[in-house]
């Protein structure tokens, strides 16, 4: 049958330019927002958080930016490498201490050498 | 430190047959979730402790699926009998107090066939 996985998005970069992902997320409510990765065969590994009162926050090679006024979430990673091939999800929850996190649909990101 | 830890990392079984997953959360968590992962698509919560008490099961198909955490500590979660349908990732994660800073161990792929 048909793979969900093939209508997964996909972004394909060469190595050293710079990624963007993007992520459109419905509750207006939510307060915390998190970017992860998640390589082949493994768990959503945590990447980078921001909170509903920021609008940008950058860590190593990764920035996220919030525009909470379209709901939409983007990921950047400066100087892409081989080992940011993965897939990345948005997760989104209504505080930082919240019990409930609900994943967005992941972007496939592939490096090409 | 390890990490949350799941076995087996694999399994294959024929439709209607029973299948039981075990994960060992990080030491000192007392929150453990067990998450869905269809492919291509994003975890998705089946149920939630703190400590041995599931707090929320909302989303577990209870006729099907049952899961127990009798000490507070490791978790298996069981589906009997299996469905195509249930053929996924099934993830573990566990944290000390919020969903946004858990740690997913690296999950069970079950086929169902």
């Known amino acids: 049958g048909e793979s969900v996985g093939l209508h997964l998005p996909t972004l394909s970069v060469q190595e050293g330019d710079n990624s963007i992902i993007n992520c459109a997320y419905s509750?207006?409510?939510?307060?915390?927002f998190i970017w992860y990765k998640q390589e082949s065969g493994k768990g959503p590994q945590f990447i980078i958080d921001i909170r509903s009162n920021m609008d940008k926050r950058q860590g190593q090679r990764v920035t996220v930016l919030l525009n909470k006024t379209v709901k939409h979430l983007s990921l950047q990673i400066a100087a892409t490498q081989p080992g940011d091939s993965a897939v990345y999800f948005c997760a989104e929850t209504p505080s930082t201490g919240a019990n409930n996190l609900f994943f967005g649909t992941g972007t496939r990101l592939t490096v090409i050498p | 430190e390890a990490g949350v830890v799941q076995s087996p990392r694999y399994k294959i079984i024929e439709k209607k047959q029973p299948v039981a997953f075990w994960c060992n959360p990080i030491?000192?968590?007392?929150?453990l979730y067990w998450y869905l992962q269809n492919l291509g698509q994003g975890p998705e919560l089946l149920i939630r402790?703190?400590?041995?008490?599931?707090?929320?099961d909302s989303q577990l198909p209870k006729d099907r699926f049952s899961a127990e955490r009798l000490k507070g500590v490791d978790s298996t979660l069981k589906i009997q009998p299996a469905e195509l349908g249930d053929s996924a990732v099934y993830l573990c994660?566990?944290?000390?107090?919020?969903?946004?800073?858990?740690?997913f161990g690296q999950g069970t792929r079950l086929t169902v066939v």
């Open positions: 402790y703190e400590n041995e008490e599931a707090v929320d």
């Open positions: 509750n207006s409510a939510s307060d915390y």
């Open positions: 030491s000192g968590h007392n929150t």
């Open positions: 994660a566990s944290s000390q107090k919020a969903a946004a800073e858990a740690f």
